[in-house]
């Protein structure tokens, strides 16, 4: 069986490890004078961030606007602000500085600014193209969402209790991205945790998949994975491990940028339903996918699907490969939830975080589109029902 054709164009120049920001100036100015700079809650004030990029902007003559406060799984409402900000002040390049979220919301904020259009317009109706958005730069400062190496981002409309995710590269591909590692050393243990467990499901959304695939790619998802399995706990316990930091840093880069994904065709599982959690209870994203992901690979489990099971269970967690192959694929989910849960030390249930069943239903509708939610193991409404269920404790 031969795998699909693929074409992978990744053009995001990257200044990766410490004091690269000398570089900022010098990118921003190549397009233009005028920046709007984006952040969160200003923890990028409390660490030093704030003050270095800011000094940088100087030194280059540069003028800025600001934008703060855009909150974790970021409001089409910010994005809306954003993009109006960006017309009446004339701004020329975007500077996000923050995690996922503050990076999702500029990249849509930049679209928003070259259109008349409402942004939500984009992520309700994916068939509008994204023709044009202002150029955008990136300072990370948590290793979770890849969103400094991909081309698109998620965004949350409460009033419709909608979480729609968009990849749209390269319109929307940061020009450059700044990582550097010590800017995560402040990120709490939680906040580690769930990082880490938003880059495993990145990897594992392509990797369980049972279409024809390159030897190679599996053997790269596969160290990425445990890279993340060993070094998330070191980042957790010494925070200002250069080397535990540098290492999650780039494998959450490299996890969604579109070079694991070959040329597979196959939708993502978890994300779809992580993403209605996120809209109608306002979870951490990691979080949510932690308690998702073990369920969702036992509801999954069955003879067609057992051999990436085995494959991930030896490859990964160095299971015994003489064992039966069912019994593999057993002790691999198990393995996995005792990283993610007393490794990691995240909560393992609906239960645990006030999450009951009443949205069930719509919630499974939406996530496979009132149809079929065709990944790993094709998903109908009922099917995702289930899973909700089997995170319930």
């Known amino acids: 069986m031969n795998m699909n054709n693929f074409v992978y164009d990744i053009p995001v120049k990257v200044y990766f490890g410490e004091n690269q920001l000398c570089h900022l100036g010098e990118e921003l100015s190549k397009y233009g004078k005028r920046v709007l700079l984006t952040y969160g809650g200003g923890s990028i004030k409390k660490n030093g961030l704030y003050d270095a990029v800011t000094?940088?902007?100087?030194?280059?003559?540069?003028?800025?606007?600001e934008l703060s406060g855009i909150d974790p799984n970021p409001r089409i409402a910010t994005v809306r602000k954003?993009?109006?900000?960006?017309?009446?002040?004339?701004?020329?390049?975007?500077?996000?500085?923050?995690?996922?979220?503050?990076?999702?919301?500029t990249k849509w904020m930049a679209a928003g600014a070259c259109t008349e259009r409402d942004p939500w317009d984009f992520l309700k109706d994916q068939t509008i193209p994204v023709e044009k958005a202002l150029p955008v730069i990136?300072?990370?400062?948590?290793?979770?969402?890849?969103?400094e190496m991909d081309g698109g981002g998620v965004i949350t409309n409460p009033e419709t209790n909608d979480k729609l995710g968009r990849i749209v590269s390269p319109t929307l591909l940061p020009k450059a991205s700044f990582l550097d590692p010590t800017a995560t050393y402040s990120v709490s243990r939680y906040q580690t945790a769930c990082g880490s467990a938003d880059i495993l499901s990145h990897v594992m959304e392509q990797y369980f998949n049972m279409e024809p695939d390159l030897y190679m790619l599996d053997c790269f998802m596969e160290g990425l994975m445990k890279t993340v399995i060993k070094y998330a706990p070191i980042a957790m316990e010494q925070p200002?491990?250069?080397?535990?930091?540098?290492?999650?840093?780039?494998?959450?880069?490299?996890?969604?940028?579109?070079?694991?994904?070959?040329?597979?065709?196959?939708?993502?599982?978890?994300?779809p339903m992580e993403h209605e959690l996120s809209a109608f209870y306002d979870i951490t994203h990691g979080l949510g996918l932690a308690i998702l992901t073990p369920r969702w690979m036992e509801y999954c489990l069955d003879e067609t699907t057992v051999s990436k099971y085995v494959q991930f269970g030896v490859n990964v967690f160095g299971i015994d490969p003489t064992l039966e192959p069912m019994m593999i694929a057993r002790k691999s989910i198990e393995a996995l939830s005792g990283f993610l849960f007393d490794t990691l030390g995240l909560k393992r249930s609906f239960q645990e975080i006030g999450i009951d069943d009443k949205n069930?239903?719509?919630?499974?509708?939406k996530s496979c589109g009132g149809d079929v939610l065709p990944g790993f193991k094709p998903l109908k409404q009922k099917d995702i029902e289930e899973i909700f269920r089997m995170c319930l404790e």
Request: aromatic share 8%; charged share 20%.
């Open 138 to 147: 990136s300072v990370l400062t948590i290793a979770a969402t890849g969103s």
């Open 360 to 365: 069930f239903s719509i919630m499974a509708k």
């Open 82 to 105: 954003g993009a109006a900000l960006c017309k009446e002040k004339q701004i020329d390049v975007l500077l996000a500085v923050g995690g996922g979220s503050t990076l999702d919301a």
């Open 240 to 271: 200002d491990n250069y080397e535990a930091r540098a290492n999650l840093m780039w494998a959450s880069s490299w996890a969604i940028n579109g070079f694991a994904t070959g040329g597979k065709r196959q939708a993502w599982s978890c994300h």
């Open 55 to 65: 000094a940088e902007m100087k030194k280059s003559g540069l003028e800025w606007e």
